[in-house]
């Protein structure tokens, strides 16, 4: 459609302005207004051109306009424009077009961030969709001022964010330049982010610990590294999930890793490095690096920093620019310390929400991303930055309830390995004599079974023909260790693991172990004292879920 004469003005000085409401008009559109202003015999208005003026623009395409000599617009009339791009100033501003197409669930307030900023903040002029075209799926269509004084804004890079509460993420980043570029965004109903936000707003005991890291998931595989160790407290695993979402939401004043939440992404490169230097002793994590100059040149932020003293490995997320390469020197903004790039760099993919996925009762975490093993189940898994899956463990829990534990009258209470319904005292046999009183206890090769819990006790038949109760504070596959009450013992004597044996400190007593196969146990529950009861026993089983056994009492007065 034409302009309305109305809503722009050109001034003689070549200055063109938004005069009108909330029309928009296609860069094509503007080029023939001006066009039309341009060959009539004499200028009207607030329209000062007519055929003695300038050529005020011309069109390479429909999409492709440049406005001629001192002819230009700002920031405000860019705002009523669309489909196609706008250069002025003999090159030294470019206002690109921006076309974004897809589907999003809802009401959604779409984000664009160029040089690590937010472009026209968390209420931009495009709302919910200016511009749209349901038909041709496009959900919005602008310009971006992406060419500025003669120098490409971030080498005309944005980001386009959908970050709108309840739904999915999602983001999509593109190149501008000359005419439309195109992004794609697509979301949908979040089924395990449904929370109030206020509520979520509420759940400050959700903490993280920030920056690089071990964390051990008790899996066989030791300690790993990654650049967060979460702790959900009392909150469930999908609770832990809205969180995350919730610090770096559309509007979000949370920050992480000392940067808005709204720019947060998680970790998009790595690098190792050497030939360290600067007046800094090593770089400082959460601070800028930044390398190169003109098109070579970057920044990043320090979200993992691996010094092993005269190299190491960093993990950034790229803010601004491209990625180092190698040999190039890198510098943080705040430590002074530099050293160069080592080898290739490697680009990590990223989740649209930075923890990872959520399935509503276990996490899928995105790369570098840890969280306390507590917290965690065997159907969550962790990437750590080695960009090797971590998955916890099975633990189960084996509970004896109906406990008694009056101070001075406690209950005592015995689990053991069974076989036939009664205890298997030979569950393993002792590889050596004991003479008493050693930390460590070696069993026949191999023969400590995988389920045994990482602290705890074990019987040994002593040479006094009893099986006496040892502690133990670690195990390998043959050895127990940190041992404290060790008997004498004969070579190939009787070990057995008692995975409660102890008297009742409360109601109900319980023991944890990682989950390798079913279980035959042995369950006694005796007292003998003020309030004495008949001996309680009842075969049981370890499983993949969380077992219990109720002790009944039958007095014994």
Known sequence: MAISAGDVSVAANGNIRWTGGAATYTVLELHRYLQDLADQAAASGDDLVDITSSTPSERSTDNIITLLGAFNIDDTMAEHLYDGSISQGSGAILYSGLVVVGSVFGTTTLQIVQDNTLYKGDTPFWGTGLNADATQNILMRCLIKTRTASADVDGKRIRIFAREWTHTYAEFSVTMGLGNSVAAIFTNSDLNNQTASGTVATWTTITNTEGYQTIDLGNGNGPQPYFSQWNRATYTINQLYERAKYITRRGTTETIHGMDGELFRGITHQWAFDNEGGSGTQYTEDEILSWGTGITAGSAILLALNDTGAAGTVWVQLTKGVP???????????????????????????????????????????????????????????????????????????????LYYTPGTPDRVLVAPASGGVILYSQMTLNGALGGGESTITVQTGTIPADTPSTGTIRVLSTAGVYTRVTYTGHTTSSFTGCTGTPAASNGANVFISYIDAAATATAMSVTVVYNADRDLFVRVRNGGAAPIKTFESPAQIKSTNQSVAAIRTSDL
């Open 324 to 402: 180092p390469t190698d040999n190039m020197v890198v510098t943080g903004a705040t430590s002074n310390h530099t050293a160069q790039v080592q080898g290739s760099v490697t680009s990590r993919s990223l989740s649209p929400v930075f923890l990872g996925s959520s399935t509503g009762s276990a996490i899928i975490g995105a790369f570098g991303i840890g969280i306390e093993s507590a917290d965690l189940t065997v159907n969550d898994k962790l990437t750590d930055l080695l960009n090797v899956l971590q998955q916890p463990p099975n633990n189960v829990s084996f509970t004896v309830t109906g």
